[in-house]
């Protein structure tokens, strides 16, 4: 899935003109910004990977995120008590995803029942079935990316380990920048934002 929504991405792109682009991923989308720059590495011209998730780990939380993309079963699941579920879990998960940061009070504002409509719902769903699948398709071909790399993590981020993927996939990226912000967890781009767009500045003009 990494790789078709990077087809995906690439073609949108192309309508709009844009060419060479620095491409952003954060967590997922990491993958889909990693699929991107080895499909098409002669157009991507450097990518910044943000709380990236890279190598196979056991998570107990893909079998019960991935129910809902389940044929039938799934199907009534969206329509009857996964959006229950997720209202109920929703409070918990942004702990985790902002902690060891209190969860900011302009995210308050982030329309949740769009994040649970059934669509939405076998969306995430499916993404969460492939995660493993997807890292262990794309891991082989890390060495591959030629172009600039910034891996930006929190240092203490308890949903995705940092030292585990962000400087694993360092060492295998020996001409990449690791920069890892202490004291800031997964959801990287809402808790240091001017340090995130000081990466992608620095790395946009170095290319």
Do not use: N
């Amino acid at each position: 899935m990494p790789r078709a929504q990077a087809d995906l991405l690439h073609k949108a792109l192309q309508r709009l003109h844009v060419e060479r682009p620095v491409v952003v991923g954060h967590s997922w989308g990491t993958l889909v910004a990693v699929a991107m720059a080895l499909d098409y590495p002669a157009y991507v011209q450097s990518l910044v990977l943000l709380s990236g998730y890279y190598y196979p780990t056991v998570r107990c939380d893909v079998p019960m995120m991935s129910a809902p993309a389940i044929p039938v079963f799934g199907d009534i699941m969206r329509y009857t008590i996964s959006p229950l579920l997720g209202r109920m879990m929703w409070p918990g998960l942004l702990r985790v995803m902002f902690a060891p940061s209190a969860v900011p009070q302009s995210f308050g504002r982030f329309p949740v029942w769009m994040a649970l409509r059934p669509k939405q719902l076998r969306a995430g769903a499916a993404e969460s079935g492939l995660l493993i699948p997807a890292v262990f398709a794309l891991r082989r071909r890390y060495a591959k990316l030629t172009m600039p790399v910034t891996i930006m993590a929190g240092a203490d981020d308890r949903f995705v380990s940092a030292t585990r993927h962000s400087a694993q996939l360092q060492k295998e990226l020996p001409r990449s920048d690791l920069r890892l912000v202490p004291g800031v967890g997964h959801m990287i781009h809402q808790l240091v934002p001017r340090e995130v767009m000081a990466a992608i500045d620095s790395i946009a003009k170095a290319a």
